[in-house]
């Protein structure tokens, strides 16, 4: 974690996840969503978010729980393509970060993922986008998005694999060592970039029923090759030079592929990310016992 005081929420710390500090992280954030979020949503809206069907969380008079929703780069977006009527409720245990996603109709709520000041069966709709892979429980965090669940209201999970994080062509396999040593940092600071696959069964875990598992894709044939950079480029891993995980030359060799890559007219990449959703049933929360 930063030296800052901050509260502690797993492996993430948004002052030193790329170069340049918190203020580089929050434009990496804006890119992403920028990037993904429209195929995530997408998504969403077939699993029964934002489409208008009779679905928990997509009526007027709903409530919608983004947890962990950071510095509100999706916040601002689910606001938009949400019912108006739709409460939403944008949660983080950082308040400093969270601070940045307030807005017209969105209400803030400082909390650790796994102790919410919220009502049981109170909320229609929850959204853990790329926090389970940070939090050292996410069984925690899912057994209390179901308790705060409304039976039949859905929970929905978006995270990455970093045995399927797509394809990209040219690809430089030198690189390998790097990207196993970024996850191994994340390891080490309590997260997993290999939740992905495991998404359908801690949601079986947690008690939850009817779960499905939707992959989505974006790729540079839809987007600029360097709208990817924020993602891809070398100054995800400068803090990793400075933590002593990665070496000079490591990030010098990281970078010139990625200039090649970017330079190259024919060069082709595909990100894939996973949704895993699944229904909060009706009677007894998973801590609770006959």
């Keep these: 974690m930063s030296t800052a005081v ?7 710390d948004p002052a030193r996840t790329t170069g340049g500090g918190l203020a580089a992280e929050l434009d990496r954030l804006e890119a992403q969503a920028a990037l993904s979020f429209p195929e995530e949503l997408r998504i969403l809206r077939e699993l029964g978010m934002g489409d208008g069907a009779a679905e928990p969380g997509t009526d007027a008079g709903a409530t919608v729980l983004e947890l962990g929703a950071g510095p509100g780069a999706v916040t601002r977006r689910l606001r938009a393509a949400l019912p108006a009527g739709t409460a939403l409720i944008a949660a983080d245990i950082d308040g400093e970060l969270l601070a940045h996603a307030a807005g017209p109709d969105v209400t803030l709520l400082v909390a650790d993922g796994a102790d919410l000041p919220l009502p049981d069966a109170s909320v229609d709709f929850v959204l853990l986008r790329y926090v389970l892979q940070h939090v050292p429980d996410p ?7 179901r308790r705060v669940l409304k039976p039949g209201g859905r929970v929905a999970c978006t995270e990455v694999d970093s045995a399927l994080w ?31 696959r495991r998404l359908p069964r801690l949601l079986r875990a947690a008690g939850f029923d009817e779960v499905v598992l939707r992959p989505f894709a974006t790729t540079n044939d839809d987007h600029p090759t360097d709208a990817f950079a924020p993602q891809l480029g070398p100054q995800r891993l400068e803090p990793l030079v400075a933590r002593g995980v990665l070496s000079l030359a490591e990030l010098a060799l990281a970078a010139d592929r990625w200039n090649r890559f970017r330079s190259d007219p024919d060069a082709w990449v595909m990100l894939l990310g996973l949704t895993a959703a699944a229904t909060a049933p009706a009677g007894r929360g998973p801590q609770e016992t006959a």
């Design 166 to 196: 797509g394809a990209a062509e040219p690809s430089y396999p030198e690189l390998a060592g790097v990207h196993a040593k970024m996850a191994a940092a994340q390891r080490a600071d309590g997260g997993d970039r290999s939740i992905g």
């Design 139 to 145: 069984a925690a965090v899912l057994a209390e998005a």
């Design 6 to 12: 901050r509260p502690v929420g797993g492996s993430y």
